[in-house]
């Protein structure tokens, strides 16, 4: 499962901005006041507490295993009208080990028609609350003994009564069906399922829960315009009279309930082959040119990822479907991947930003996740922090370490924000809801604690140990015990106190790093203290380390060294005073670090240290510098190897005439962030010579983006030309030659403009979706308060469609916020006819944004909405 990614850069934006939380002295302190004294007294110890004050801590066990599902035979049809499911289920089970008479099964809001012995054809008696199927058998069965049950229900996903969800999985329906009624005509008829956590089980009875798992089949009969797909290999398909058509799938390996999925809809369908294995492509119809540019690198993953862990994809095919309106990022489906409608783009607009990282991670769910599952949701880290690591791998691999890094940083930015609003164990038993564990720690923290794993063992043993895990526990569940024991068995270590502290206990070091220099005894002496809060985490962890330390011209010297102090002090022998010492200098560990170097040792740590890390932290540390030493690490940061160091320079450095040749050129950097960002540089000069590199970005660089930069470098020179532009470019699909046209139309205050805003609302998304609903809420702000009116109701409508992009819904959000803050802060200075006006004017924000609140189902989105 990606949880909706594309949109977790806004939270790290967001817990990037806040501090990290203070425990207050009344949290630590009781107070009693008398009249003349204050006593003040330590909170009660345990050996003072009564005996009702203890309590268990909160532990989310695995799934008792009352029985071993074996198979499972679905036999479903649709009523699109009603929204329902027309099923037919048989499952085949035997008790796990104890003897049993009666059967529970996962049944979510069906309608019970009937329930049979399979074999007998007779009736079984049966109890149902809506939740649970609970059925007498007739009689006890042995571990030995096999069972099957027939089931005839309909199932009613859309009707449920209680809705849930996460901040990662928006919805717990199960089955979707997508504009039902055929009432939108700009959207396909499908129907989608998404089964994790347990909501598989709203649309076929089940065993929901993840240390479960079958064998399956699956007949779906559908209009014969329809295209299907399911897990595992179509067996057959088959025309009947009344114009439906039934298509068989069987998977013969088993997973989990929660991996079942089912794609419906009109589909092109692009096949590939791998090894003599069918791999697919199902994308809309428009798209089919670019299907093997959406799903790019799929044919080499599977090479890449079989390699590395020594075990070959382990299913029948690989299938990759898009979908609209989908409740999450993707889904890792065994065999049969389903992925958001964000991925689905033409080849020119993946040039700015492919699906690599996406694709990687639902692959290699199907070794860790689908092959070896987590035996419950405390667990999810062992399905995804595999995935989240498999970013890393395959961009290391296809583009190298330094795009690999790069990400990492993110990763890391992502995980150390959410901490400041919480932190829990990797391994967290103490969930309050299940959908809580799909978070920048399972995801983030447990790739990066993945990547600090491997670099304490070494690749060789990391990828045994890896095959080992996999080898022992395919086509089961695990617990984190068993994928340290892989490793220990490779390596011949005790690794516990490695999964003690990064797996077991929450959080991660905050380190302070100062450094003096002994010249009577020419030693360097490196102080380092982790100063994070023992109340939220442990005092100390243990960290090994790599310390290299630069002197003269000769090659850093390296020193493996281990902290196991709260403060501790490493002392090394030098011949003379170190130009540079250099604390974790493979940058593998997950810490916050406050490194006091002085600006000579970061301007030698940019041309001498070999990592990506070690370049961008030495340019971010120098950017604000006046100094000659300094200026050198930005002009050489321009110019870097690494495209991400060009940009960010580029970002960070002034407009200034000494640098406008060096802009000037990056116009045809290799990258298309780059390339933007240059012409950005070019059009904040405002000089006119610019303006046919801005026309030749328009009209010839395939990359969108940058051709939206060029359209806005040729409005800040020339508006003219630019409306030209604007007005032959308004029929554009992609979202940031849309924003950028936005900026122009809200800067010629016209307001027949607003028919535009509307019409291309829903192709903007990520930060242009934001820009966008600004500019839209601006244009009629200044225009009359009938504009605004109409734009406050398409805002509104927007944000609570819950079908909409987060981004659009969080930008449309935001714009209103925002046009409440101008009144409010207008009200200070306002007359009192205004002031009436204004209050008005503020109350009714009020009213819609309180009414947007209710209605988000995106936790993510709900946090964000706590501070407006």
Same mark, same amino acid.
């Given at each position: 499962?990606?949880?909706?990614?594309?949109?977790?850069?806004?939270?790290?934006?967001?817990?990037?901005?806040?501090?990290?939380?203070?425990?207050?002295?009344?949290?630590?302190?009781?107070?009693?006041?008398?009249?003349?004294?204050?006593?003040?007294?330590?909170?009660?110890?345990?050996?003072?507490?009564?005996?009702?004050?203890?309590?268990?801590?909160?532990?989310?066990?695995?799934?008792?295993?009352?029985?071993?599902?074996?198979?499972?035979?679905?036999?479903?049809?649709?009523?699109?009208?009603?929204?329902?499911?027309?099923?037919?289920?048989?499952?085949?089970?035997?008790?796990?080990?104890?003897?049993?008479?009666?059967?529970?099964?996962?049944?979510?809001?069906?309608?019970?028609?009937?329930?049979?012995?399979?074999?007998?054809?007779?009736?079984?008696?049966?109890?149902?609350?809506?939740?649970?199927?609970?059925?007498?058998?007739?009689?006890?069965?042995?571990?030995? !003994?096999?069972?099957?049950?027939?089931?005839?229900?309909? /199932?009613? =996903?859309?009707?449920?009564?209680?809705?849930?969800?996460?901040?990662?999985?928006?919805?717990?329906?199960?089955? +979707? +069906?997508?504009?039902?009624?055929?009432?939108?005509?700009?959207?396909?008829?499908?129907?989608?399922?998404?089964?994790?956590?347990?909501?598989?089980?709203?649309?076929?009875?089940?065993?929901?829960?993840?240390?479960?798992?079958?064998?399956?089949?699956?007949?779906?009969?559908?209009?014969?315009?329809?295209?299907?797909?399911?897990?595992?290999?179509?067996?057959?398909?088959? &025309?009947?009279?009344?114009?439906?058509?039934?298509?068989?799938?069987?998977?013969?390996?088993?997973?989990?309930?929660?991996?079942?999925?089912?794609?419906?809809?009109? +589909?092109?369908?692009?096949?590939?082959?791998?090894?003599?294995?069918?791999?697919?492509?199902? *994308?809309?119809?428009?798209?089919?040119?670019?299907?093997?540019?959406?799903?790019?690198?799929?044919?080499?993953?599977?090479?890449?990822?079989?390699?590395?862990?020594?075990?070959?994809?382990?299913?029948?095919?690989?299938?990759?479907?898009? %979908?609209?309106?989908?409740?999450?990022?993707?889904?890792?489906?065994?065999?049969? %991947?389903?992925?958001?409608?964000?991925?689905?783009?033409?080849?020119?607009?993946?040039?700015?930003?492919?699906?690599?990282?996406?694709?990687?991670?639902?692959?290699?769910?199907?070794?860790?996740?689908?092959?070896?599952?987590?035996?419950?949701?405390?667990?999810?880290?062992?399905?995804?922090?595999?995935?989240? #690591?498999?970013?890393?791998?395959? @961009?290391?691999?296809?583009?190298?370490?330094?795009?690999?890094?790069?990400?990492?940083?993110?990763?890391?930015?992502?995980?150390?924000?959410?901490?400041?609003?919480?932190?829990?164990?990797?391994?967290?038993?103490?969930?309050?809801? $299940?959908?809580?564990? +799909?978070?920048?720690?399972?995801?983030?923290?447990?790739?990066?604690?993945?990547?600090?794993?491997?670099?304490?063992?070494?690749?060789?043993?990391?990828?045994?140990?890896?095959?080992?895990?996999?080898?022992?526990?395919?086509?089961?569940?695990?617990? *984190?015990?068993?994928?340290?024991?892989?490793?220990?068995?490779?390596?011949?270590?005790?690794?516990?106190?490695?999964?003690?502290?990064?797996?077991?206990?929450?959080?991660?070091?905050?380190?302070?790093?100062?450094?003096?220099?002994?010249?009577?005894?020419?030693?360097?002496? %490196?102080?380092?203290? !982790?100063? !994070?809060?023992?109340?939220?985490?442990? /005092?100390?962890?243990?960290?090994?380390?790599?310390?290299?330390?630069?002197?003269?011209?000769?090659?850093?010297?390296?020193?493996?060294?281990?902290?196991?102090?709260?403060?501790?002090?490493?002392?090394?022998? *030098?011949?003379?005073? =170190?130009?540079?010492?250099?604390?974790?200098?493979?940058?593998?560990?997950?810490?916050?670090?406050?490194?006091?170097?002085?600006?000579?040792? #970061?301007?030698? !740590?940019?041309?001498?240290?070999?990592?990506?890390?070690?370049? #961008?932290?030495?340019?971010?540390?120098?950017?604000?510098?006046?100094?000659?030493?300094?200026?050198? *690490?930005?002009?050489?940061?321009?110019?870097?190897?690494?495209?991400?160091?060009?940009?960010?320079?580029?970002?960070?450095?002034?407009?200034?005439?000494?640098?406008?040749?060096?802009?000037?050129?990056?116009?045809?950097?290799?990258?298309?962030?780059?390339?933007?960002?240059?012409?950005?540089? @070019?059009?904040?000069?405002?000089?006119?010579?610019?303006?046919?590199?801005?026309?030749?970005?328009?009209?010839?660089? =395939?990359?969108?983006?940058?051709?939206?930069?060029?359209?806005?470098?040729?409005?800040?020179?020339?508006?003219?030309?630019?409306?030209?532009?604007?007005? &032959?470019?308004?029929?554009?699909?992609?979202?940031?030659?849309?924003?950028?046209?936005?900026?122009?139309?809200?800067?010629?205050?016209?307001?027949?403009?607003?028919?535009?805003?509307?019409?291309?609302?829903?192709?903007?998304?990520?930060?242009?979706?934001?820009?966008?609903?600004?500019?839209?809420?601006?244009?009629?702000?200044?225009?009359?308060?009938?504009?605004?009116?109409?734009?406050?109701?398409?805002?509104?409508?927007?944000?609570?469609?819950?079908?909409?992009?987060?981004?659009?819904?969080?930008?449309?959000?935001?714009?209103?916020?925002?046009?409440?803050?101008?009144?409010?802060?207008?009200?200070?200075?306002?007359?009192?006819?205004?002031?009436?006006?204004?209050?008005? $004017?503020?109350?009714?924000?009020?009213?819609?944004?309180?009414?947007?609140?209710?209605?988000?189902?995106?936790?993510?989105?709900?946090?964000?909405?706590?501070?407006?």
């Amino acid at each position: 499962m990606n949880k909706s990614l594309y949109f977790v850069a806004i939270i790290s934006l967001l817990f990037a901005a806040c501090k990290s939380k203070k425990i207050p002295l009344e949290a630590t302190l009781s107070e009693e006041r008398n009249l003349d004294t204050l006593v003040i007294s330590a909170p009660k110890t345990d050996s003072q507490k009564a005996p009702e004050d203890f309590e268990l801590p909160v532990y989310n066990a695995e799934a008792t295993k009352m029985y071993d599902l074996l198979h499972t035979k679905l036999d479903v049809r649709f009523d699109w009208e009603k929204q329902r499911v027309i099923g037919k289920a048989t499952l085949r089970l035997k008790p796990y080990f104890y003897a049993n008479r009666f059967l529970e099964l996962d049944a979510k809001n069906f309608d019970i028609n009937s329930v049979l012995d399979a074999k007998s054809k007779s009736p079984l008696q049966y109890e149902y609350d809506g939740y649970k199927l609970k059925i007498d058998l007739g009689r006890e069965y042995t571990k030995d !003994q096999e069972l099957e049950v027939f089931v005839d229900y309909v /199932a009613k =996903p859309a009707e449920r009564n209680e809705k849930g969800g996460s901040a990662a999985i928006t919805s717990d329906q199960g089955l +979707f +069906f997508i504009n039902h009624d055929n009432s939108d005509p700009t959207k396909p008829m499908q129907i989608w399922t998404q089964g994790e956590t347990e909501s598989n089980s709203r649309w076929f009875p089940t065993i929901d829960k993840p240390n479960e798992r079958c064998t399956q089949e699956l007949y779906i009969t559908v209009q014969d315009k329809y295209k299907t797909l399911s897990n595992g290999i179509k067996q057959s398909s088959t &025309k009947n009279s009344d114009g439906t058509r039934t298509d068989y799938w069987k998977m013969d390996l088993p997973h989990a309930p929660y991996l079942f999925m089912i794609g419906v809809g009109e +589909f092109a369908v692009v096949e590939d082959k791998w090894n003599d294995m069918v791999v697919d492509y199902y *994308v809309e119809p428009d798209y089919e040119e670019d299907a093997r540019a959406i799903f790019a690198n799929t044919l080499e993953m599977l090479d890449f990822f079989s390699e590395k862990t020594g075990y070959k994809y382990p299913w029948p095919k690989y299938s990759q479907i898009v %979908v609209r309106d989908y409740v999450s990022g993707a889904m890792e489906n065994t065999s049969a %991947v389903i992925f958001g409608e964000f991925v689905q783009r033409h080849a020119n607009e993946l040039i700015d930003d492919n699906n690599d990282k996406i694709v990687a991670h639902e692959m290699f769910h199907h070794w860790f996740g689908d092959l070896v599952t987590c035996e419950s949701w405390a667990n999810l880290t062992l399905n995804e922090g595999f995935a989240n #690591y498999s970013e890393y791998l395959w @961009l290391e691999h296809k583009y190298g370490k330094d795009e690999a890094d790069y990400h990492r940083l993110t990763e890391m930015n992502g995980y150390i924000g959410e901490s400041r609003q919480k932190i829990h164990p990797l391994i967290h038993f103490g969930y309050n809801d $299940k959908e809580d564990m +799909f978070d920048a720690h399972s995801y983030n923290k447990g790739g990066l604690v993945l990547h600090m794993l491997r670099n304490q063992i070494g690749d060789d043993a990391f990828w045994a140990g890896l095959n080992k895990y996999l080898m022992d526990n395919q086509y089961s569940d695990v617990e *984190v015990d068993e994928l340290r024991m892989a490793f220990e068995d490779v390596t011949g270590q005790d690794l516990n106190w490695f999964f003690n502290q990064w797996y077991l206990e929450p959080g991660h070091p905050d380190v302070t790093i100062d450094y003096s220099y002994d010249e009577e005894n020419k030693q360097i002496n %490196v102080m380092m203290e !982790q100063i !994070q809060n023992p109340d939220r985490m442990p /005092a100390i962890f243990e960290m090994p380390l790599a310390i290299d330390v630069y002197v003269g011209k000769a090659s850093p010297r390296r020193y493996d060294v281990r902290m196991t102090e709260r403060k501790q002090t490493f002392t090394f022998d *030098v011949t003379e005073q =170190p130009q540079l010492v250099n604390v974790d200098a493979d940058r593998v560990l997950l810490w916050e670090v406050k490194d006091n170097k002085t600006e000579d040792q #970061y301007v030698f !740590q940019y041309f001498n240290a070999p990592q990506f890390m070690d370049r #961008y932290e030495a340019m971010i540390a120098l950017k604000d510098s006046p100094s000659e030493s300094a200026q050198s *690490v930005m002009r050489a940061a321009l110019n870097d190897k690494f495209w991400a160091i060009r940009g960010a320079a580029l970002n960070v450095s002034p407009v200034s005439a000494g640098l406008m040749p060096t802009y000037a050129k990056m116009v045809d950097d290799k990258h298309s962030e780059v390339r933007a960002a240059a012409l950005g540089k @070019l059009a904040e000069s405002g000089d006119s010579s610019y303006l046919p590199a801005m026309k030749k970005a328009l009209e010839n660089d =395939p990359s969108p983006m940058v051709q939206a930069s060029g359209l806005m470098g040729v409005a800040a020179i020339d508006k003219a030309a630019a409306a030209d532009y604007a007005t &032959k470019l308004e029929k554009s699909e992609n979202g940031s030659i849309i924003a950028a046209i936005s900026e122009i139309y809200t800067e010629s205050g016209d307001p027949s403009k607003m028919e535009f805003f509307e019409k291309n609302a829903s192709k903007t998304d990520g930060y242009d979706a934001i820009s966008f609903m600004a500019n839209y809420l601006f244009l009629a702000v200044n225009d009359s308060d009938p504009s605004i009116g109409r734009a406050l109701s398409f805002l509104k409508e927007m944000a609570v469609d819950q079908a909409q992009s987060p981004w659009r819904r969080y930008g449309a959000t935001k714009a209103m916020a925002d046009l409440r803050t101008e009144y409010q802060g207008a009200l200070a200075s306002a007359n009192d006819l205004d002031r009436n006006r204004y209050t008005q $004017k503020v109350n009714q924000l009020n009213e819609i944004i309180n009414m947007i609140k209710e209605k988000e189902s995106n936790g993510q989105l709900k946090q964000i909405y706590q501070q407006l």
